[in-house]
């Protein structure tokens, strides 16, 4: 999957090692041959277990440059756009990185004409980590889908890529967020961000989506501690982010009614944990399921019987 993998899965799967202090002063390695239950809680867990001090991971060459395409359609094109980027997406090479960003606003980025900053509509950016020639193929059908308002397509160094929205999330924003995970972009959840793109006080506040598959569903289900199911699916985001207080109070509405508006499109309740503001037992329960939370609430036992590590989504111990 390449870019923007650091946040769903393949770098847990990568995990060698972790140093831990934990609750009690202690600081220990965690991998598969030392503390193996702390380190299959760890990567997926959060901060429940302790505070990890240094990561060691597999490691993969990527770059210099990689190969990007960055479309964006209009309100005015209604679903049609969202519709051509939800066809495109399962046929892209397993290797591309994949963000969906729904009932956006156009950034004032570089790459954007002038004149459609700000414009309300949906996008979608690809990231190529082949030739120049295999990006090419990957993208066309996105252009013949439903041809996009303004479009960006070239090589950028994969550092530049990883900064390429850094402009979405400005120092001292305010922000709230819940997430859910869809076995499917269906029309009737296209239907719901449509319909609620024009209703958001902030230009920051959207909805970023993102596909799983490839290498992630190749993981088995037990194998991390990882709070979804590892079959391919969607991790849809509403993101509030504001810079003022004002803002912040409507667009936290925004996000709990497109959540709620897409709860029935969805398995359960469970979402991401990374990508959840408000504490909510129920919902990290039912992120994790039956089975993961119930061993990850005995090893949360083991390692923080007091539950000093709580200001998270919290495990609490058997």
Same mark, same amino acid.
């Given at each position: 999957?390449?870019?923007?993998?650091?946040?769903?899965?393949?770098?847990?799967?990568?995990?060698?090692?972790?140093?831990?202090?934990?609750?009690?002063?202690?600081?220990?390695?965690?991998?598969?041959?030392?503390?193996?239950?702390?380190?299959?809680?760890?990567?997926?867990?959060?901060?429940?277990?302790?505070v990890v001090t240094r990561f060691d991971f597999r490691l993969h060459p990527v770059g210099p440059e990689v190969h990007v395409g960055f479309f964006f359609w209009g309100a005015d094109q209604g679903?049609?756009?969202?519709?051509?980027?939800?066809?495109?997406?399962?046929?892209?090479?397993e290797e591309t990185g994949i963000l969906m960003a729904a009932a956006m606003n156009a950034p004032p980025a570089p790459f954007v004409p002038e004149q459609h900053h700000f414009a309300p509509g949906h996008a979608l950016v690809v990231a190529g980590f082949g030739s120049a020639e295999d990006h090419a193929q990957a993208i066309a059908p996105i252009r013949e889908g439903c041809?996009?308002?303004?479009?960006?397509?070239?090589?950028?160094?994969?550092?530049?890529?990883?900064?390429?929205?850094?402009?979405?999330?400005?120092?001292?924003?305010?922000?709230?967020?819940?997430?859910?995970? &869809? /076995?499917?972009?269906?029309?009737? *959840?296209?239907?719901?961000? %449509?319909?609620?793109?024009? !209703?958001?006080?902030? @230009? $920051?506040?959207?909805?970023?989506?993102?596909?799983?598959?490839?290498?992630?569903?190749?993981?088995?289900?037990?194998?991390?501690?990882?709070?979804?199911?590892?079959?391919?699916?969607?991790?849809?985001?509403?993101?509030?982010?504001? &810079? /003022?207080?004002?803002?912040?109070? *409507?667009?936290?509405?925004? %996000?709990?009614?497109?959540? !709620?508006?897409?709860? @029935? $499109?969805?398995?359960?309740?469970?979402?991401?944990?990374?990508?959840?503001?408000?504490?909510?037992?129920?919902?990290?329960?039912?992120?994790?399921?039956?089975?993961?939370?119930?061993?990850?609430?005995?090893?949360?036992?083991?390692?923080?019987?007091?539950?000093?590590?709580?200001?998270?989504?919290?495990?609490?111990?058997?």
């Amino acid at each position: 999957m390449g870019w923007l993998t650091h946040k769903f899965g393949l770098s847990i799967d990568n995990l060698e090692s972790a140093e831990v202090v934990l609750p009690d002063g202690r600081v220990v390695l965690a991998s598969a041959d030392q503390h193996p239950d702390l380190f299959w809680a760890l990567r997926g867990g959060g901060g429940n277990f302790g505070v990890v001090t240094r990561f060691d991971f597999r490691l993969h060459p990527v770059g210099p440059e990689v190969h990007v395409g960055f479309f964006f359609w209009g309100a005015d094109q209604g679903r049609e756009g969202p519709r051509a980027a939800r066809n495109a997406i399962p046929g892209l090479p397993e290797e591309t990185g994949i963000l969906m960003a729904a009932a956006m606003n156009a950034p004032p980025a570089p790459f954007v004409p002038e004149q459609h900053h700000f414009a309300p509509g949906h996008a979608l950016v690809v990231a190529g980590f082949g030739s120049a020639e295999d990006h090419a193929q990957a993208i066309a059908p996105i252009r013949e889908g439903c041809p996009p308002l303004f479009e960006f397509v070239g090589p950028m160094p994969y550092t530049a890529l990883q900064q390429m929205l850094d402009e979405a999330a400005p120092w001292g924003a305010r922000a709230y967020e819940k997430a859910l995970y &869809l /076995d499917d972009l269906s029309d009737e *959840a296209i239907d719901v961000l %449509v319909e609620w793109t024009g !209703d958001r006080a902030s @230009p $920051l506040s959207f909805v970023p989506i993102f596909w799983l598959g490839g290498a992630y569903a190749r993981v088995g289900e037990d194998d991390t501690a990882y709070g979804g199911r590892r079959t391919p699916q969607y991790v849809v985001s509403i993101a509030a982010v504001c &810079l /003022d207080t004002e803002a912040l109070t *409507a667009d936290r509405e925004w %996000v709990r009614s497109v959540w !709620d508006a897409l709860r @029935p $499109l969805a398995a359960d309740a469970g979402g991401y944990v990374n990508f959840q503001t408000d504490p909510d037992e129920d919902r990290v329960r039912a992120s994790y399921g039956p089975a993961k939370y119930d061993r990850l609430a005995r090893i949360k036992a083991e390692y923080d019987r007091g539950n000093v590590l709580h200001r998270n989504m919290n495990i609490k111990p058997a």
